[in-house]
């Protein structure tokens, strides 16, 4: 926070990623925890319900590390079918994880091919 501020709106909202749980702070009070976004102004590190300013728990499709500020989407061989998770699933043997933020296994492993768990394309039989 500033010296000499003469109005609210010169005030700093608590940056992405954190959580400023009491007012007149001079930083944030911790990291956003993971399983969930802090964006802007949360006043705790777990905003799911009665919370100030812009969070909560992370999205379907994609996971949160401890202090983001934005749900990273999951990664090709993975998926995430329930929100707030820290880490995104391996998506399981037989099946494949096509793109990214996938929210369930996107289709079975085709005939004539193989796929190992946590893979994002199919490997053809030998």
Do not use: I, K, M, R
Request: hydrophobic letters at 25%; proline letters at 11%.
């Amino acid at each position: 926070s500033a010296l000499g501020l003469n109005d609210t709106a010169q005030c700093t909202q608590c940056p992405g990623g954190h959580y400023c749980d009491t007012v007149a702070l001079t930083a944030p009070s911790g990291l956003c925890d993971t399983q969930y976004v802090c964006s802007s102004g949360v006043n705790t590190p777990t905003p799911a319900a009665n919370y100030t300013g812009f969070g909560g728990p992370c999205e379907v499709g994609g996971y949160c590390p401890q202090g983001s500020s934005l749900s990273q989407p999951c990664s090709a061989g993975t998926y995430a079918d329930v929100s707030g998770l820290s880490a995104c699933l391996s998506c399981p043997q037989g099946y494949l994880c096509l793109g990214s933020a996938t929210v369930s296994p996107t289709a079975p492993c085709p005939a004539g091919a193989y796929c190992p768990q946590g893979t994002p394309t199919a490997v053809l039989c030998p």
